[in-house]
C-alpha cells in the first residue's frame, strides 16, 4: 500500500520561503513520477511541480521560483517554494503516478493528506 506523508506548511509574508516534504513508502519510485499539486479556495486542483528520472516539470506560474529534487536514501520528495506570492496561497497535494502526465491531470490514486500553505500580502 503506497502511503505519502507531507510536512511543512505554515503560514509565511509573500516574498518568503517554505520547503514541503513528502515521504513516501510502498512503492517503487524509480519508474514513477512523483509531484505536488495544489488547490485553492472555490477552484480547481491544478499541477505544480513533478520529478522523473528525465527530470523535472513546473506549472509556468512557479518556474524560476519553486524547485522540486527527490532524496532517494529517504524516499522523499521536497518542494522548495521561494518568493511566495498571496496567489500560491492553497492546500499542496502529494502525489505519485507511473506516467507524468496523468500526475499531472490529477488523475492519481494516491495522495497525501494535504497541506495548507497561506502566503499573507
Known amino acids: 500500500q503506497v502511503q505519502l506523508v507531507e510536512s511543512g506548511g505554515g503560514l509565511v509574508q509573500a516574498g518568503g520561503s517554505l520547503r514541503l516534504s513528502c515521504a513516501a513508502s510502498?512503492?517503487?519510485?524509480?519508474?514513477?513520477?512523483l509531484g505536488w499539486l495544489r488547490q485553492a479556495p472555490r477552484k480547481e486542483r491544478e499541477f505544480v511541480a513533478a520529478?522523473?528520472?528525465?527530470?523535472?516539470y513546473y506549472t509556468d506560474s512557479v518556474k524560476g521560483r519553486f524547485n522540486i529534487f527527490l532524496n532517494t536514501a529517504k524516499n522523499t520528495v521536497y518542494l522548495q517554494m521561494n518568493f511566495l506570492k498571496p496567489e500560491d496561497t492553497a492546500v499542496y497535494y502529494c502525489?505519485?503516478?507511473?506516467?507524468?502526465?496523468?500526475?499531472?491531470?490529477?488523475?492519481?490514486?494516491?495522495w497525501g493528506q494535504g497541506t495548507q500553505v497561506t502566503v499573507s500580502s
Open positions: 502525489s505519485i503516478n507511473e506516467a507524468i502526465s496523468t500526475l499531472m491531470l490529477g488523475k492519481n490514486d494516491y
Open positions: 520529478i522523473t528520472r528525465s527530470g523535472a
Open positions: 510502498g512503492h517503487t519510485f524509480s519508474t514513477s513520477a
